[in-house]
Antibody, heavy 119, light 112 residues
């Protein structure tokens, strides 16, 4: 069965960087886009961007364009999301999600990774 | 400020029918892009509930139904059950430059 398993919770100081991983299993990793969505405490869902695991191509939401980097390692079927220059309002749960083939919706989600930014 | 507008909360007694609206604009729902719905139980990841406006993934009870018209969409839950108490989010695609995939702010469904 399809699974997306994310790395564990992180605590970072303001100005630091964080890298969250998302390991895929149960399907051909290079066949489906991986998206990243975040959710601040008590808030809604916010789309950050996607990566095409086949080509490595990316598309970021304008808000995150200058400080997010999405990469992948096809040898271990893992996608990564790195966020730099962290601020306290980056404290959130970060989810990876697989998009169903060019359909615009997210059919499988990782369990989420809590990133806490605090001095 | 979310691109898609949802009511913050709706409530109903067990067995009742509740609906959640999702209002967009000419750059997303009104442009013909599909609307999808997710259910998020407390402390868990979102789960796909409705895709392509009105389609249910395998395993989703037929108590859940979706529709779309113009610049809006709706999610209906009939025969409300205690386990339906959750947050519900609509999502669509947006052709503006700021974000391609947009969500509503979420609606908390409370079973009285």
């Amino acid at each position: 069965q399809v699974q997306l398993v994310q790395s564990g919770a992180e605590v970072k100081k303001p100005g630091a960087s964080v890298k969250v991983s998302c390991k895929a299993s149960g399907y051909t990793f290079t066949g489906y886009y991986i998206h990243w969505v975040r959710q601040a405490p008590g808030q809604g869902l916010e789309w950050m961007g996607w990566i095409n695991p086949n080509s490595g191509g990316t598309k970021y939401a304008q808000k995150f364009q200058d400080w997010v980097t999405m990469t992948r390692d096809t040898s271990i079927s893992t996608a990564y999301m790195a966020l730099s220059s962290l601020r306290s309002d980056d404290t959130a749960v970060y989810y990876c999600a697989r998009e169903a083939l060019s359909t615009g919706y997210f059919e499988y989600w990782g369990q989420g990774t809590l990133v806490t930014v605090s001095s | 400020q979310s691109v898609l507008t949802q009511p913050p909360s709706v409530s109903g007694a067990p067995g009742q029918r509740v609906t959640i609206s999702c209002t967009g604009s000419s750059s997303n729902i009104g442009a013909g892009y599909d609307v999808h719905w997710y259910q998020q139980l407390p402390g868990t990841a979102p789960k796909l509930l409705i895709y392509g406006n009105s389609n249910r993934p395998s395993g989703v009870p037929d108590r859940f139904s979706g529709s779309k018209s113009g610049t809006s969409a709706s999610l209906a839950i009939t025969g409300l059950q205690a386990e339906d108490e959750a947050d519900y989010y609509c999502q669509s695609y947006d052709s503006s430059l700021s974000a391609l995939y947009v969500f509503g702010a979420g609606t908390k469904v409370t079973v009285l």
